[in-house]
């Protein structure tokens, strides 16, 4: 029988698995394995410029095309730089195979040169890693690492490759089938158990369903629309869930949680039947866990069962992929009696609709209508912070739009990266990254990259000269402290105790131009329109769009860690009246704990009349306030 060496038949194995790009960084210990790839052409090579970097954008390749990402990368730094990456796609759920380079096995344990334990480093954040030991079981353990990177709940999957073992010859048999003693993934629904939750759901006077990211990943949209325009039950939709239902269909209410709409977070908190698909419940969408959806009965489908009952206790669990689960569901519901829920959450859409305050300047809004607007079909991609939260509020997601972003471990830096690894694996498609000036410069080195493979993404950088979504809760909660936040502060500043501030660095525009790129800088909202225009006609090259964003704008609503869904801070929304003490916590009085917490009660229980402010929007709210004050 033929014999070849370990890097041939990862090679071999790699075509086999129907691998078109692999995101790489060569290094010593992987360089046979670099050279045995020159010799072919099938699979395609993208040469980032930092190993974090390139695991994003195999990352989000792997979002947007439904197939596996996998990565080559060196041992030692090069294997510990993937770890932010590998973390991301395993609190997101996304099939990886990352391949590392390791020393020799008989200097593994020796300190030697560039040698870390890197399975035992991302023991916790991958769903399966392993050393090859032995050059017989090369064939096997890949073959397996895309089959459990792919099933169940998908995730990354790391193999630590000692240079010593690829060099030797073995067999050139690469397996075909796959069996993982312990490992079987379940793929079927338990029909009493969804029966008994549709029951449920028939007898509920206020349902309501959460669609977690879980909906998405399993591309269930399509039946699940199909299933709540049968039942006529209302939708919230965590982030990572958006577009699981179009944003413009008329059951959709919009995404829960700290930056939750009003109505959604209402919804959760009067509902009687909570029927969740694909979400982990975490305390972004939670708040204080007893105080959740303190009035429903729980459903809940994941496919993972570690997931079930962790955080939120549930009445009716089902182990079940979502969309497996969700086409059974279309067989069997019925149309429920839901005209006066409806008319409930209409009223709280109209109460506190979501919006921006104008200010009369160009703000982020103007941008997000911009793309509405002008972008029917494309990948929105964004990094972490201010700019994600309100995308996730306001850029409309429907059948022909896909957001992406880090949404389970909040990675800065995931914004450029990704949208590469979006635009490789959808060539055909607009892709637009919005990021903040921070997360943009995380990772700003892949300029190169995007302009080596000629790709026309179109890069909004909203510059607040901040790290905007730290220093909202600075604003917030902390007094106006803004410390660590402000992106020109250095030497000069504190030589002046922050009188005086340089120039911001870099001049993004000039830095596009440097790589390659194109840079256009927009400081009012009537130029937004012929900036995208300006960038759509770059057919080969990145598009940077700086867009220059008053640091005062917020995102809303907001809740303060530790709140309930219902203590939402709503900003300049009708009805609304806000006490802010000295040191800049504010106390929404239209949430239920203000109800708990009157104007009276805190004058009449102080010694002294605590210093405080008393925010009122409205006109009329104003006089009420000042009649109650005037009357003492």
Same mark, same amino acid.
């Given at each position: 029988?033929?014999?070849?060496?370990?890097?041939?038949?990862?090679?071999?194995?790699?075509?086999?698995?129907?691998?078109?790009?692999?995101?790489?960084?060569?290094?010593?210990?992987?360089?046979?394995?670099?050279?045995?790839?020159?010799?072919?052409?099938?699979?395609?090579?993208?040469?980032?410029?930092?190993?974090?970097?390139?695991?994003?954008?195999?990352?989000?390749?792997?979002?947007?095309?439904?197939?596996?990402?996998?990565?080559?990368?060196?041992?030692?730094?090069?294997?510990?730089?993937?770890?932010?990456?590998?973390?991301?796609?395993?609190?997101?759920?996304?099939?990886?195979?990352?391949?590392?380079?390791?020393?020799?096995?008989?200097?593994?344990?020796?300190?030697?040169?560039?040698?870390?334990?890197?399975?035992?480093?991302?023991?916790?954040?991958?769903?399966?890693?392993?050393?090859?030991?032995?050059?017989? &079981? =090369?064939?096997?353990? +890949?073959?397996?690492? %895309?089959?459990?990177?792919? !099933? *169940? /709940?998908?995730?990354?999957?790391?193999?630590?490759?000692?240079?010593?073992?690829?060099?030797?010859?073995?067999?050139?048999?690469?397996?075909?089938?796959?069996?993982?003693?312990?490992?079987?993934?379940?793929?079927?629904?338990?029909?009493?158990?969804?029966?008994?939750?549709?029951?449920?759901?028939?007898?509920?006077?206020?349902?309501?369903?959460?669609?977690?990211?879980?909906?998405?990943?399993?591309?269930?949209?399509?039946?699940?629309?199909?299933?709540?325009?049968?039942?006529?039950?209302?939708?919230?939709?965590?982030?990572?869930?958006?577009?699981?239902?179009?944003?413009?269909?008329?059951?959709?209410?919009?995404?829960?949680?700290?930056?939750?709409?009003?109505?959604?977070?209402?919804?959760?908190?009067?509902? &009687? =039947?909570?029927?969740? +698909?694909?979400?982990? %419940?975490?305390?972004?969408? !939670? *708040? /204080?866990?007893?105080?959740?959806?303190?009035?429903?009965?729980?459903?809940?489908?994941?496919?993972?069962?570690?997931?079930?009952?962790?955080?939120?206790?549930?009445?009716?669990?089902?182990?079940?992929?979502?969309?497996?689960?969700?086409?059974?569901?279309?067989?069997?519901?019925?149309?429920?009696?839901?005209?006066?829920?409806?008319?409930?959450?209409?009223?709280?859409?109209?109460?506190?609709?979501?919006?921006?305050?104008?200010?009369?300047?160009?703000?982020?809004?103007?941008?997000?209508?911009?793309?509405?607007?002008?972008?029917?079909?494309?990948?929105?991609?964004?990094?972490?912070?201010?700019?994600?939260?309100?995308?996730?509020?306001?850029?409309?997601?429907?059948?022909?739009?896909?957001?992406?972003?880090?949404?389970?471990?909040?990675?800065?830096?995931?914004?450029?990266?990704?949208?590469?690894?979006? /635009?490789?694996?959808?060539?055909?498609?607009?892709?637009?990254?919005?990021?903040?000036?921070?997360?943009?410069?995380?990772?700003?080195?892949?300029?190169?990259?995007?302009?080596?493979?000629?790709?026309?993404?179109?890069?909004?950088?909203?510059?607040?000269?901040?790290?905007?979504?730290?220093?909202?809760?600075?604003?917030?909660?902390?007094?106006?402290?803004?410390?660590?936040?402000?992106?020109?502060?250095?030497?000069?500043?504190?030589?002046?105790?922050?009188?005086?501030?340089?120039?911001?660095?870099?001049?993004?525009?000039?830095?596009?131009?440097?790589?390659?790129?194109?840079?256009?800088?927009?400081?009012?909202?009537?130029?937004?329109?012929?900036?995208?225009?300006?960038?759509?006609?770059?057919?080969?090259?990145?598009?940077?769009?700086?867009?220059?964003?008053?640091?005062?704008?917020?995102?809303?609503?907001?809740?303060?860690?530790?709140?309930?869904?219902?203590?939402?801070?709503?900003?300049?929304?009708?009805?609304?009246?806000?006490?802010?003490?000295?040191?800049?916590?504010?106390?929404?009085?239209?949430?239920?704990?203000?109800?708990?917490?009157?104007?009276?009660?805190?004058?009449?229980?102080?010694?002294?009349?605590?210093?405080?402010?008393?925010?009122?929007?409205?006109?009329?709210?104003?006089?009420?306030?000042?009649?109650?004050?005037?009357?003492?």
């Amino acid at each position: 029988m033929k014999q070849i060496t370990g890097n041939k038949l990862l090679v071999k194995a790699l075509k086999e698995e129907g691998v078109e790009y692999l995101f790489g960084y060569p290094g010593a210990c992987t360089i046979d394995i670099s050279d045995e790839l020159y010799k072919q052409d099938e699979i395609k090579i993208v040469l980032p410029r930092h190993e974090q970097a390139l695991v994003h954008e195999a990352d989000a390749y792997a979002r947007t095309t439904g197939k596996v990402g996998v990565c080559l990368v060196t041992s030692g730094p090069g294997a510990t730089n993937l770890v932010t990456g590998l973390a991301t796609a395993n609190y997101d759920s996304v099939p990886l195979v990352c391949f590392t380079g390791q020393v020799p096995r008989h200097l593994i344990g020796n300190d030697a040169f560039q040698e870390v334990d890197i399975v035992g480093i991302t023991r916790s954040i991958t769903k399966y890693g392993v050393t090859v030991r032995n050059r017989e &079981d =090369l064939g096997r353990i +890949i073959k397996e690492a %895309f089959y459990i990177a792919r !099933t *169940g /709940k998908p995730g990354p999957v790391l193999i630590d490759l000692p240079k010593d073992v690829m060099a030797e010859f073995g067999s050139a048999e690469y397996p075909k089938n796959v069996n993982i003693r312990g490992y079987k993934p379940n793929t079927s629904v338990h029909i009493g158990q969804l029966k008994r939750a549709l029951k449920m759901l028939s007898k509920a006077k206020r349902p309501l369903f959460l669609a977690g990211g879980g909906v998405n990943i399993a591309h269930a949209q399509e039946v699940f629309r199909e299933v709540v325009e049968k039942t006529q039950v209302p939708v919230v939709t965590t982030v990572m869930g958006r577009g699981a239902i179009s944003t413009k269909h008329p059951l959709f209410i919009g995404n829960l949680g700290m930056h939750g709409a009003y109505a959604a977070n209402m919804a959760v908190s009067e509902c &009687d =039947l909570l029927f969740s +698909i694909g979400t982990r %419940f975490n305390d972004r969408i !939670t *708040g /204080k866990l007893h105080e959740f959806a303190p009035h429903a009965q729980i459903v809940h489908i994941d496919i993972d069962t570690a997931s079930i009952s962790r955080n939120i206790h549930v009445d009716i669990p089902i182990v079940a992929d979502a969309k497996e689960a969700i086409t059974k569901m279309a067989e069997y519901v019925e149309p429920c009696s839901t005209s006066k829920w409806l008319a409930q959450i209409d009223a709280w859409k109209n109460e506190h609709p979501l919006t921006m305050r104008p200010n009369g300047v160009m703000g982020p809004l103007d941008i997000f209508n911009a793309i509405n607007e002008q972008f029917d079909d494309a990948i929105i991609v964004t990094d972490v912070g201010q700019h994600q939260m309100l995308t996730s509020q306001y850029v409309d997601i429907t059948e022909n739009r896909q957001i992406i972003m880090s949404g389970g471990l909040g990675t800065m830096g995931y914004g450029l990266p990704g949208a590469i690894g979006a /635009k490789i694996g959808n060539p055909d498609k607009p892709v637009i990254a919005i990021s903040g000036d921070g997360g943009m410069q995380m990772n700003i080195q892949e300029l190169a990259t995007a302009v080596l493979e000629e790709l026309p993404v179109i890069l909004c950088i909203f510059n607040n000269e901040y790290l905007g979504m730290v220093r909202q809760w600075q604003k917030l909660f902390y007094g106006k402290r803004y410390s660590m936040t402000n992106l020109r502060a250095g030497a000069l500043s504190r030589r002046t105790d922050g009188e005086e501030y340089p120039e911001y660095t870099p001049n993004f525009i000039k830095l596009a131009e440097s790589y390659g790129a194109k840079g256009i800088r927009v400081m009012k909202k009537e130029d937004i329109a012929a900036a995208f225009e300006e960038a759509k006609k770059n057919i080969k090259t990145p598009t940077i769009i700086e867009f220059i964003i008053d640091p005062e704008e917020m995102v809303y609503p907001m809740i303060k860690p530790g709140g309930t869904l219902e203590d939402m801070i709503m900003d300049c929304c009708s009805g609304q009246v806000e006490l802010v003490t000295a040191d800049g916590d504010r106390l929404n009085l239209k949430s239920k704990l203000c109800q708990l917490v009157s104007l009276s009660t805190i004058f009449e229980s102080a010694s002294t009349i605590p210093e405080m402010e008393i925010i009122a929007h409205e006109a009329e709210d104003s006089r009420k306030i000042m009649d109650y004050l005037m009357r003492g």
